[in-house]
């Protein structure tokens, strides 16, 4: 049962544009959720989090979008770098009875020059 | 900065070998992580650990086994290797259960023939 959902396995942006990653999840006691960033043969690092008591949170370049009614996060990057182009996985916890990371499965970026 | 290390980056064992993998934190952590990751299956884990001596199981943990004897230190272990447990193993800390990121090593890609 994935808990935290990517749907979309792979995205293209040109450079300069605004890139808009989505994840759904289906655990309403998901409480804080987390956008890493994964390079091939690196691990992820961690990119910004949420708490589930704000619908946004900023960090520069990013900006998580919470919807708790929807059960549906987005990640925007503005502008897009070719940086930017990696796998992105978001993760949610919850401090009750689940106090662990469940990750969804990933979307792909990249970004074209 | 947190830094994660890992034993090996690249490690090729045969069926039926003992395998272990080990993970250091030098950030005084209590909490450490070890998830493997596969293609179009994100990031699962294996086993976590909130303090030395002390293992919990997660959600894929059939195949593996782990110890902590030092605050630093993590092992994983595959007490005999099977070529299903070919993948990337990544291991990870966190200051904090729930509310706070956690912190990855580099990974391990293990291929077991």
């Known amino acids: 049962d994935q808990q935290v959902k990517q749907n979309s396995p792979s995205l293209s942006v040109q450079e300069g544009r605004i890139s808009i990653l989505n994840c759904d999840y289906t655990n309403s006691m998901f409480d804080y959720f987390l956008w890493y960033k994964k390079y091939p043969a690196e691990g992820p690092t961690f990119l910004i989090s949420i708490s589930s008591i704000k619908d946004k949170n900023e960090d520069g370049r990013f900006t998580v979008f919470l919807n708790k009614s929807a059960k549906h996060l987005s990640l925007h990057i503005v502008p897009s770098q070719p940086g930017d182009s990696a796998v992105y996985f978001c993760a949610a916890s919850s401090n009750f009875g689940n106090e662990k990371l469940t990750f969804g499965t990933g979307t792909r970026l990249t970004i074209i020059p | 900065d947190v830094k994660v290390t890992q034993s090996s980056r690249y490690l090729v064992k045969r069926t039926g070998e003992k395998v272990f993998l080990e993970c250091v934190q030098d950030m005084d952590h209590e909490n450490m992580f070890w998830y493997r990751q596969d293609p179009g299956l994100g990031l699962r884990l294996i086993y976590f650990?909130?303090?030395?001596?002390?293992?919990e199981k997660g959600d894929i943990p059939e195949g593996y086994s782990v110890s902590r004897e030092k605050k630093e230190r993590f092992s994983l272990i595959l007490e005999s290797a099977s070529t299903n447990q070919t993948s990337m193993y990544l291991c990870?800390?966190?200051?904090?259960?729930?509310?706070?990121?956690?912190?990855f090593g580099p990974g391990t890609r293990l291929t077991v023939t």
């Open positions: 650990s909130y303090d030395v001596k002390m293992k």
């Open positions: 990870a800390s966190s200051f904090d259960r729930v509310y706070y990121e956690q912190y």
